[in-house]
């Protein structure tokens, strides 16, 4: 049994043979371009087998239609793949997308709406290509090199302009049926909170988001005093606390500008809270930590996503052999 959530797309001509899926070591080598769309900024990188990121460009999300951002995008890979050989397209992107990231029409990027990201990306690079969301990225990414590694069961998440995140379970990335598992955004901490586009009142998102923050305040999160870190915290550790009774996860990795920026005031608050709120003795000792990949950790994502990707190919092919 296979599902599609972060298949590679490929051209025919691009598809891997057998052979080369079958050794580990061939994969565990490989250099791959990563990319990270954003509501502000298009970023690629080469990233080499252990999860460094070597060249890498980035410019201004731009264009006026679907067209000309794919070509400012097109722009900013070609140089590096002219300069150094990958194997393969490793994209993280924000939501919602298509379960098999095919089609993705991130919320903050209106340009495009049902955009075949990867198609394209695959046909003027002749390259396989994975596209997933960059939360999920987030998730494999701290797995592979960062404030998670050596950790199978564990929640990483971002607190910024919005609050989402990934979750590795038994060691396993969860996808879920539209491949949006681990959205702890949309989990209610302030039942008579602010109005939610999901529908409900008082989701995180809605009150530990930056803009949030800034409605709230009338100040931008950057800005904020002590008290508002704190209890930024504190609403955090709450949703968490959540998650770790109903996942039995010992170990969350926060990243994002919001949360970052606030820095040891948000964590303690965070932890805190997690400390009242985990009593169980399967919980007891959950952790709430900053993501350890900082500003290269969307690269390293993206290209986490991209030997995910490649991995669970194999494993499908060996299960189709036996
Ligand atoms: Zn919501």
């Not at 006026?64 to 140089?79: I, M, T």
Request: contains cysteine; charged residues 20%; proline residues 5%.
């Amino acid at each position: 049994m296979t599902d599609s959530v972060g298949a590679i797309t490929a051209r025919p001509e691009a598809t891997f043979s057998g052979g080369e899926f079958g050794q580990i070591g061939a994969m565990v080598r490989e250099r791959v371009l990563a990319v990270d769309v954003g509501g502000t900024k298009l970023a690629a990188g080469v990233v080499d087998p252990d999860g460094r990121v070597g060249s890498q460009a980035r410019v201004p999300t731009g264009g006026r239609n679907a067209d000309e951002l794919f070509e400012s995008l097109a722009g900013l890979v070609e140089p590096l793949l002219d300069a150094e050989s990958v194997t393969g397209i490793g994209v993280g992107c924000g939501g919602p997308m298509s379960a098999d990231g095919g089609l993705v029409s991130p919320l903050n990027i209106p340009q495009w709406r049902d955009f075949a990201l990867a198609g394209h990306l695959a046909d003027r690079t002749g390259l396989p290509v994975v596209v997933d969301n960059d939360a999920k990225a987030l998730a494999l990414g701290e797995g592979w090199c960062g404030a998670a590694v050596g950790n199978r069961d564990y929640l990483a998440m971002v607190v910024s302009t919005g609050v989402g995140g990934g979750l590795v379970v038994d060691g396993r990335l969860l996808h879920g049926a539209a491949g949006n598992a681990g959205h702890i955004g949309h989990v209610v901490v302030e039942p008579d909170g602010p109005a939610c586009a999901c529908g409900r009142r008082g989701c995180l998102e809605t009150v530990a988001s930056g803009p949030a923050i800034q409605r709230e305040t009338g100040r931008p999160a950057s800005e904020a005093d002590l008290e508002v870190r704190r209890r930024t915290g504190d609403l955090v550790g709450q949703a968490v606390a959540t998650v770790v009774n109903l996942l039995d996860i010992p170990l969350v990795v926060v990243a994002g500008s919001v949360a970052l920026g606030f820095g040891v005031p948000f964590f303690e608050a965070a932890q805190e809270r997690l400390d009242r709120e985990c009593g169980l003795e399967f919980t007891r000792d959950a952790r709430i930590v900053p993501a350890g990949l900082g500003a290269d950790g969307p690269l390293v994502g993206a290209a986490a996503l991209w030997h995910h990707a490649r991995r669970r190919s194999e494993e499908a092919g060996v299960e189709g052999t036996s």
